[in-house]
């Protein structure tokens, strides 16, 4: 989309914006420019936004940009408060920060998304008729400690993520250059290309993991151990529907298709390591909880990335009972790079930390049966949380 239409889409959702701008014939017809405005209508403006908006609108405007840096302070606060409502103990300024700055605002998304996290890994229960459904509300202190490593977790992966996207957003003729490889390109193959591309991505994301300390591979393990839960295949013979995706990534059929996307040895780890944090953010956050494609965005998208260029009229045949894997090479290489990622950091993570939030969760239960802890909001409920797929039968 044009940054022009962004901008104009922003724009329209703010309540006040019409007494500035009119809309005919679905353009904006201008009685006064954005940069004609007064800075008070321009700190109105921004304050009624949300993170993205925020991040969109400095990018189009160089006077909103410009009023944001200057009246941050008092703007942020609020794009916080409409991006993260109800979110009290996440707003709250920790102890020895500056103020309310546009650094402090980044770092809410992390956070957030390890708040999620740690709040609704108890829903990872749900298919369990017993036990104790380990989770810490999200605007409970005593979590405190856990979101703070898994928030350092996410920001691993979104730089892993960031490296892959970096490489597919080459050229062709830069791939085959940095891979110190002359290209025929009348016998370019696709699937040489692909495996040139992981090798520049592998070896970047290595010089990166080198520079980590043990403990920031630690919070990653403990992320992506919580991460990986979320993605659950259940039997045909359960109560639900009776029809539906199928677990297609892996040798495991979808049987313990959370230790394989943890382990890496399942195809949707390597989705994960390009995708990043903004595709978990999307389905759990950014989009509607009530619009109808929020609820399976995560496995729409990796089905639609899985079968690509394949139409979905010609994936969706694929059924339970038979599967032919098209793209099966380049899928099992992708795999195996994600598999050595998984391998170093864990390697380079400090012992048993894919069992440290079992500590936590286990402390804060202890805390609970001992009446320690007053009941605290829910704030998590609405979020579509799960990832869920039916298991292979072939």
């Not at 420019?33 to 969109?56: G, H, K, M």
């Not at 992981?198 to 080198?210: A, D, Q």
């Not at 919070?219 to 199928?246: N, Q």
């Not at 239960?365 to 949380?385: K, S, Y």
């Amino acid at each position: 989309m044009h940054l022009g239409a962004i901008r104009n889409k922003i724009l329209d959702r703010i309540p006040f914006v019409p007494e500035y701008f009119l809309r005919r014939n679905g353009t904006f017809t201008r009685r006064k420019r954005l940069d004609e405005l007064p800075e008070d209508v321009l700190i109105s403006i921004l304050s009624y936004c949300r993170i993205d908006d925020i991040f969109a609108l400095r990018l189009t405007c160089s006077s909103l940009r410009d009023v944001f840096s200057n009246y941050q302070a008092h703007i942020v606060p609020s794009v916080a408060r409409c991006t993260f409502p109800k979110s009290s103990l996440l707003l709250k300024l920790p102890t020895g920060t500056v103020g309310h700055t546009f650094t402090w605002l980044k770092e809410l998304i992390p956070r957030h998304l390890a708040a999620i996290l740690v709040d609704r890994y108890k829903l990872v229960f749900d298919l369990q008729p017993f036990g104790y459904r380990h989770g810490i509300p999200a605007e409970e202190p005593y979590g405190d400690a856990l979101r703070s490593e898994v928030a350092s977790g996410w920001k691993v992966l979104r730089r892993l993520s960031n490296i892959s996207k970096e490489v597919y957003s080459m050229e062709v003729k830069q791939v085959f250059k940095l891979s110190g490889k002359s290209a025929n390109w009348t016998r370019v193959n696709r699937d040489a290309v692909a495996q040139m591309r992981e090798e520049l991505v592998m070896k970047r994301r290595l010089s990166y993991i080198n520079t980590l300390s043990s403990e920031e591979a630690g919070h990653y393990v403990v992320m992506f151990t919580l991460l990986s839960a979320v993605f659950r295949a259940r039997t045909y013979d359960e109560t639900g529907p009776k029809d539906g995706p199928i677990w297609l990534f892996d040798s495991g059929y979808g049987i313990d298709a959370s230790r394989f996307v943890r382990k890496g040895e399942s195809w949707m780890t390597w989705f994960i390591l390009h995708q990043g944090p903004q595709l978990f953010r999307d389905q759990w956050w950014s989009f509607s909880a009530e619009a109808p494609g929020t609820k399976n965005y995560v496995r729409d998208r990796a089905l639609e990335a899985f079968f690509a260029p394949l139409r979905p009229k010609d994936y969706a045949v694929h059924t339970r009972k038979k599967f032919i894997d098209p793209q099966q090479r380049v899928h099992d290489m992708q795999q195996n790079f994600a598999r050595q990622v998984q391998s170093e950091l864990s390697t380079k993570s400090a012992n048993n930390s894919s069992h440290m939030h079992m500590i936590y969760f286990h402390a804060y239960r202890l805390e609970e049966l001992t009446g320690g802890r007053p009941a605290v909001e829910e704030t998590m409920t609405a979020v579509p949380f799960t990832v869920d797929f039916f298991i292979h039968e072939g």
